[in-house]
């Protein structure tokens, strides 16, 4: 639901697949009989499945689930989402040459 800012170039939630899509219509777009979501909480959510998982093998007992929230680890500055997705569209570039002229 939010764009992954620490690697993976997503920065425009439109580019995400559930973006404005029903369930259904993303099964479909899969090709999928049907897709399900967990809760990110819970005794039964993602959180506890990822690391019930790992089974003992990590010490890890929390993960970055900032994609799935928009609350990030490191927190965001105020408009950066907002700035990242001009980047990657080339919105910046076309306000840019607007205004140069």
């Known amino acids: 639901t939010h764009p992954h800012i620490y690697g993976i170039d997503l920065a425009d939630r439109s580019a995400l697949i559930a973006y404005n899509?029903?369930?259904?219509?993303?099964?479909?777009?899969?090709?999928?009989?049907e897709v399900v979501f967990l809760d990110v909480d819970g005794e039964n959510g993602l959180k506890a499945a990822c690391i019930e998982a790992a089974q003992g093998q990590?010490?890890?007992k929390d993960m970055e689930i900032g994609v799935f929230t928009g609350g990030y680890v490191t927190g965001l500055p105020d408009g950066?989402?907002?700035n990242l997705s001009d980047l990657r569209s080339g919105r910046r570039q076309q306000k840019a040459g607007v205004e140069s002229q």
Do not use: C, K, N, V
């Open 21 to 33: 899509r029903t369930q259904r219509e993303i099964a479909d777009y899969l090709g999928a009989d």
């Open 80 to 82: 950066y989402l907002e």
């Open 58 to 60: 990590t010490p890890i």
